[in-house]
Structure formats: C-alpha cells, structure tokens
C-alpha cells in the first residue's frame, strides 16, 4: 500500500512532442506529490509538485494532472525538446505537515526526446 | 540560499575496506537529512534518515550505518564494504512539506 507505480519504464518521443508519464498509488493519506528530473550523474532536482486539493498544476512546459478518486497523477511535457531528456520519478508522501518528510518514489521514466 | 555538498564526488574501493561518505548542508537549521542509494539505471532506495543530531532510522537492514553528528552534517560509513555496496549515493534534505532537496552525489564501485 506504501508504492507508487510508475510506467512506462522508457518513453521515445520526438521532439516537439507530447511526454506523458503515469503514476498511481493506493494509500489515500499521500497528500504531496512530487516530480523529479535527473539527469545522468546528477542528484535528483524537483520538478514540481501538486497537492491533491487542485486537479492539475502547470509549470511552464510541464504539467501535473491529479485524479484524486482513480489515485493516479501523471506528468505531461508539452513541446518535448533533447534537453528534456533524463529520468523522471514520481513520487508521494503522507507526511506533508509532518516531522520526517519521508517520500515514496515510484522506479522512474527514462525519456529520450529526438531531434 | 541552501546548499547541500557530498563528498567524495566518486570512490574505488576494494572489497572489505571501510567507507566514509559525507554530506553538508549549508543556509538551514535542524534540516531533515536523508541518505539513499541508486543502483545502476533503477530507482531510489532510502537508507537512513535523520529528524535531529544523534537521531538516526534505518529503513533496510544492511552492510551500511549512518551518523549525524552536527545539525547540518550526516555521514554514511562501512566498517567492510560488499561488492553489492557499488552504486550512486545520494543525500537529501528538507525542512518543509516533504519537500526534499538532493546533492550531487557519490559514485561509488566497489571492485
């Protein structure tokens, strides 16, 4: 109950192309949900993040839709570029006002955009 | 602003030698602080967290322990490394809202 799924594991889009990247999740009290991008040889950076009060939170070319009653929330790169690519986790926390600050990441989408 | 540092940036170390990783973060107090592993192409595991000087929990039983013995100083050690130790380690940090910032991490191979 304390995953997170992500899919695909790999995603090939052309550039100027829509990435879309799912995560879903079954505990209901995750109230934080993150994205991170790395690139290779990196530490993880934050994305952006969405609360489950809002449906959908957008970020320049990036996106987060949230579906509360499905537990799912996906990420959505709008014109896809070669910059863009790089792994993407999701991930989750039930610990949003909380002391830990613990989050559960999903395995990650290596997204290759081509030119 | 915050700065998180890791050091040594990458590490060759023979099997059954000792490990010292460490992580700083600099423009916060009392932070949360974090130590995860990354295998080769595959996802984050967390290792250890820290809420407080001295204050350690280990999420998976292993060859590694972890130590904070200043506010903003955590540090990831090994007594005998296993050839299973080799990865990416990453150290975090947050202070609100689960929101946790990484370093630049540790390349490590154990040969």
């Known amino acids: 109950q304390q995953q997170v799924k992500q899919s695909p594991q790999s995603l090939i889009v052309q550039k100027g192309g829509i990435s879309i990247i799912n995560c879903a999740y079954e505990n209901t009290a995750f109230d934080y949900f993150p994205w991170y991008q790395q690139f290779p040889g990196k530490g993880p950076a934050l994305l952006i993040a969405i609360r489950p009060d809002v449906s959908e939170k957008k970020e320049g070319r990036f996106t987060i839709s949230f579906n509360k009653s499905a537990k799912q929330f996906s990420l959505h790169i709008m014109d896809s570029q070669p910059g863009d690519s790089a792994t993407y986790f999701c991930a989750a926390s039930s610990d949003y006002g909380g002391s830990q600050g613990n989050l559960i990441f999903g395995k990650g989408t290596k997204l290759s955009v081509k030119p | 602003s915050q700065t998180i540092h890791q050091w040594p940036a990458t590490l060759v170390q023979p099997v059954g030698s000792p490990l010292s990783l460490e992580c700083t973060v600099e423009?916060?107090?009392?932070?949360?602080l974090y130590w995860y592993r990354q295998a080769a192409g595959r996802g984050l595991q967390l290792l250890f967290y820290?809420?407080?000087?001295?204050?350690i929990s280990s999420e998976v039983p292993q060859n590694l322990s972890a130590s904070r013995p200043q506010d903003r100083q955590f540090i990831l050690s090994s007594k005998k490394l296993l050839l299973s130790d080799s990865g990416f380690y990453l150290c975090?940090?947050?202070?609100?809202?689960?929101?946790?910032?990484f370093g630049p991490g540790t390349r490590l191979t154990v040969l």
């Open positions: 820290s809420v407080g000087i001295g204050q």
């Open positions: 423009g916060t107090s009392n932070p949360n």
């Open positions: 975090a940090w947050s202070v609100y809202f689960a929101t946790q910032y």
